[in-house]
């Protein structure tokens, strides 16, 4: 029995009830919302700092998005209740809050919008949510279908929650000239420096109707009454009261009554969102709520979407792959790069990284997310723990804590961002940094992050970790100023080296940075290798950690990575690392970041924060880690241990794996629950957050390693790793302008292109505009 | 019908429908719980700072207690769900979440615990909830009685969720070594300097069980499943699966199964609250898990109440107002003087008001809390926004707004301070300021604090406003530093006044700080007397405001109120003020204080905040403001007037004046819905928020206004002021360790003491442990 239907163009869920936690997501530049198929939301806009306009019933703190700890009854959520007036059953669609059994159910999320499909005894709900472009706010769907023999008496309601919008004043009514539901609160301010700057917030919410409603209630505790939102009393009436609600919750729901024949349908159009004021009202209503209306946001929604361009379309043996690689991995890679995860304050690393994905869908933005960070570096070379997005956004949350390696992911973005697009110009392009307002080529500014990176390191040669670095949650392994990190030292060698090759195929001599990378390489070799893998740092007081005698943080999966990419590792050392990470890492649903798990707080070997400890994140399946290991897996040409590991990242193509993971295969996301030695029971869990840096590196893993269509200086070299049982595939790889279809078969290996051998692996002289028919035997 | 039995040792409430926000709440030296008669529980301990143990399902943000915004379905909540094994029918005590019908209810707060009765067919379950006075934890005991005539077989569970612990790592099982379930979770820390202030955090919470349940389950979303809360799936089946929440929300639910005969009885106790670790648990249920520790703290906490001493104890013609003047008020004014509101920087005007309270029900912890304040001087003379309760305690919130007004609460705290202990002896001890760590005699620090009020006027002689003063929603009057405050203007009068006196009574010179109280009513007079009423203040701008002129914001009630106390307003006006404030503020509610309730920001004004604009506090019947002016009526002998309003402020003894407000009158809550005028639907609902200085003032309003039985350096002085609808009232009045018996009756004025008949209004010579029989005829 199959749950899940996916494809390039959809991907649909039929029971409403086996993964609760499913959800598609859509965004325009303004805002993003993550909706389940049961019916709750969860959607933010920027006004610049991410803001809700639906909330829950209490004062939410601010956090990470963390959509893994699940609904409650009173999640926000867009529901639509029916009535049958004759029998007064009840039931709400999609499912949530009144969880009455479907005949049928569909939820199908595409990339350009969310539709569902609810089938109850004689009548269907049609919904769909789409968004437009320009603007911050929903549009809503819903026509309702007498699918039964007999005519049917029905009262339809759009309930939408506006939850505890101000602790300080808010109210909701109807307003008749604009149309719809106005709510409105006071920002609860209280310093007068905020003031000024909350003067531009947009306090109100509006759902909007293209039909006159016969009623309304926007007082949420009235429209529950005693029945609760499962059976609202204000639905249970026989009309709603016209509740205004004044310094309460208030909720927006209408009432529509409708008499449907047998086969007669009838539409309804809604628009939801923030609002500045009545006048923005009004505009958005002229401009969206109508047929017309929902048709040109449409058309120019579908035109936002093909702005980001795919580099690649294949046909392989796996057509889950085929779906997940032409449509849903590069739609996330677009999102992260277009909408910067909905931050002001992005992390560097993620910034530079999810810039990583838009060399391949989006150049022209690669380019300017490179300068806009180098703007922000510091005079002392180094990066700081944030890019700010405009003039007074703040580092706040995790920025707040020193991070010691945002200066090792320039070069790493750069290697992707050159071989992709040959700009070697970029190097030469003036930044002002804002510290010194000192214009300096793209060229010294990244060779002074490198440099910063040479000098920061203790008597070994290794760098310090001082308060943290990337992605093992551990912030007090160097406070004191001593502690170092082996992950952090490889990281440097890559970026070293990568910089050295960078320079030399620019025509200048980079032979400082190769030197200073094998430097790096051989202290980690001569203080970090423990026998089967490399450890993971050396705490302030001297202690070595992520090595064989640990009994938990035993052994750390970036460094072994990192060693990989870097050249640390020879060939026996590789061997070596990559056994012990399938015999202690590797589960069902990936490779762990960290085994075993942290259970407790380690003193001497520094305190773990942000993930620690426990069973999800501090021992998961850390995608962003493990798609580091893959990506370096294929460097080494270790392609089938790349393919068994990339292809667990997925989920497998059926129902069963996404029933444990709890989650459709429309993105991938941050983590699986690990700790799978420790707790199978609990592991594999999605974390269904779609922000990470595991898409960028995903694509590019898939493009460059898996098909082995990498750029270069000459052109687009070719050296596919497909896995042994794969018989061939079919690519259509777009780059600098050309069409490369490309047929891979089994045989003698050998390359032509147009009917011509060629003798190398590169294809040089691109033509922009031209078509390139490629068969590469293997 | 009556929903409502009040006394002075029980309020009973009989349907849990009919107020659905009403609540007890008990606490001790160590947390608070505020419960609903429904079940719904919001309760906090300190450790240092305010922190819950029972959590709401996503993250809360903190804000100021306000549970007028009411509860929703996944609130946290005490409940015990009741299964009949045989028909499979479930409900809920005491009604939440099921919402069951009950054939009876009764809701019982006294004094000491908080309990139930509910009476299903043929069953009935009674609960109590206490606290000891050495711990915060709660003890709960569950009768179920088999009312009916046929034996039944039920499944009794405990459901106690733990809502969202921390998004970092949270999980839960059964301790059968510890006889519960013990819940864990890691503080969301990430600084370093936070991580050692964190690592003495009660991170466990433990629901501890005297007998040994059948079964448990500790996942939410699995105890819930497709039912919910109100038809858990858990509970559903025939036994709990034992589940173990591994990083997600938590709940305590246990399962216990029971056959009972017709009458038979089976009697639970539960033992609930938050832990550092295994051995604080173990601790606890040794202390407390079993009949006998059960007692053990109910005799240590009602010892601990009696703590309390209360000054007066009356017999009037109005038994309602007996019982809440006997026992319920003298409660809430404790608490407040016993716990600071669980805040660790209280509001400098809170702390010195909420000792005055003290000053009739434990003088002892009055004086400390004077020369803590005192402590903590500004090295200019005037007072901190806030009061820091221990090293390292941070000013939050509102405290981080300056305001004004802070040093006037001294000499009126000192003046109910000094006239009921007499004790002049502490204007001579020595304080030390931690700023200049200078040692002065509490004499000169309170000159220092009214002298800086002197001097912080601008060229009219009236006071700045600055950012705020007490009360009243304007942060921006005065920001500029131009703009004055009308009300603060009179505060200082009436402090320089108090002080004045204060000082010729401890036999020194007050004339400077008399004849500087002339000076700010004299400018008062001049600038701000608006023709019937005294305006609010002046704007940076110079417009003045609370003016006839003005069409929102028109008249505030704290002006009047000072003027009446400071001498500013001769009796001309007085009767002017006094007529306006009945004509445009007084409500069927009590009287407001902002009339008409500002609707949008007045930009020329000043901006409002905290409380601006709206329908509740802006306009409210803010009852700290309305207890000023009945103590002020009482001053000028506005005795009918006064008591008029101070009958509204306890609401009717009758049960539609409840509906209305929907609290029980078990305390005065800091405000009941204003804009009368604008909004009469929504006006009357209590805030149900008993954290207010409204309670000191009443009570010394009853005690010295209405009933005339005020402390002086001579002795009692005894002046009733009777309501003219009272033939006659009798009084208990603790004094100085005296008991004063007092009669009140109507006829030609006169006083006798022991039968011998004194010529002025003053009982002298008073002989701690005698018992004066007094009689009084007015």
Redesign the interface.
Known sequence: MSFIDFSADRCILNNP?IL?LAAGFLWNPHMMIHMTARGFATAQFMQPEPAKYAR?????????M?PE??T????PGRFFYVKDRETGSLFSAPYEPV?APVEGFAFEVTPTDIRWRVDRPGLRVEITLALPVDDACELWEVTLINSGARPRNISFYPAFPLG?MS???Q?ATYDAALGGIVANC?T?????ED?FKNQSLKDKVCLLSEQTPLAFETRQ?RFEG?G???KPDAIMAEQMADGVA????PIAALQFDHELNKGERVTHRFLFGPAFDDAEIMRLKATYLSEAGFARARVAYAAYMSAGVKSINIESSDPHLDSFVNAWLPRQVYYHGDTNRLSTDPQTRNFLQDAMGSVYVKPETARKTLLKALSQQHANGSMPDGIRMYDGAELK??N??PHTDHSVWLALFLEAYLDETDDYAVLDTLVTDGETQTALPVRERISAANQWLIQAVDHRGLNFID?GDWNDPM??VG?KGKGVSGWLSLATAHSLRLWSQILERDGKDGAEYAEAAQRFNNAMNTHLWDGDWYGRGITDDDVKFGVKADIEGRIFLNPQSFALMSGAADADKQKRMVAAIEDQMETPYGVEMITPAYTHMREDVG?L????????E?GSVYNHAAIFYIYSLYQVNESEKAFELLRKMLTGPNDEDYLRRGQLPVFVPNYY?GAHRQ?P??SGRSSHLFNTGTASWLYRSVIEGLFGLKGSREGLRIAPQLPASWPSARVTRHFRGATFEIDITRGKPGLSVDGQVLAGDAITDIVAGKTYKVLVTI
């Open positions: 009830t609760p829950a019933q209490i004062m939410e703190a601010k956090h990470f963390l700890q699940g409650y009854a009173h999640h969880r505890l602790w300080m004043n109210s006071v609860p301010y209280q310093k007068i003031y505790a005693e609760g939102l499962h004044l310094y309460e919750n949350y995790i707040q804590v308060q912030n007090m406070w305190r924060t942000q993930k620690f400890p426990g069973v999800a501090n629950r707790h029971e609990a």
